[in-house]
């Protein structure tokens, strides 16, 4: 049971949760800090939901910078984990992040068991969170809010943190759940047929 089977395991089992849910898009390895980290799996609809799986055959090594990434932009992580690293992990990671424990069944299926339930991220970050926006919808923002004067051919770095300053977090957490969902090409075709598009 390595890696790729879990995600594979975690996606099936999130794209039916998730069915009737029209509003709802899971991505496969969303990137962060302009793709320096990327989350395994990430369910988008009112809030962004993040999966980080380590399996039996993965080391922890970089799950701390991982976690400091995370913290900043999920409203709700999860930790998918095997029971090898499970006792060293989950003090590696926040309180507030939920922990699945997976397990290998004798004929070969994968089984998930809920260790702790995700909660809510106190502590979201409203410039990690826009830097999710790509430039062009971050400047639509800033026009938006009559904010855009002076900024339109500054670099995406400045657009981002003006962007942080002048509008509030409510804001520009629901532009990029938005942004992420109406994205050419981000929905998978398996996605696509669930929800019918």
């Known amino acids: 049971m390595n ?3 879990i995600r594979a395991a975690l996606k099936r089992k999130l794209l039916f949760r998730y069915l009737k849910d029209p509003e709802a898009l899971v991505l496969d390895e969303l990137g962060l800090r302009h ?19 380590k399996s039996d055959r993965d080391t922890l ?17 999860t930790l998918v984990i095997g029971y090898r690293h499970a006792y060293k992990a989950i003090p590696m990671v926040p309180d507030w992040w939920g922990v699945k424990l997976v397990t290998m069944g004798s004929h070969g299926g994968i089984y998930f068991s809920d260790a702790r339930l995700a909660r809510n991220n106190p502590s979201p970050d409203i410039h990690s969170i826009a830097k999710l926006l790509w430039r062009d919808e971050a400047l639509a ?15 995406r770095a400045t657009i981002y943190a003006h962007l942080s300053k002048v509008a ?3 804001l520009v957490h629901s532009r990029v759940c938005q942004q992420l969902r109406r994205r050419i090409g981000w929905r998978s ?9």
């Open 35 to 53: 793709g320096k980290v990327r989350a395994d799996i990430v369910v988008v609809n009112s809030i962004l939901h993040g999966f980080e799986v």
């Open 61 to 77: 090594k970089r799950l701390p910078d991982q976690a400091r990434i995370y913290n900043a932009v999920f409203d709700r992580m």
């Open 168 to 170: 509030n977090l409510e």
């Open 189 to 197: 075709a398996e996605q696509q047929m669930l929800n019918g598009d």
């Open 3 to 5: 890696d790729h089977h």
């Open 141 to 155: 923002l800033l026009e938006e809010i009559g904010a855009a004067t002076g900024f339109r051919s500054k670099p």
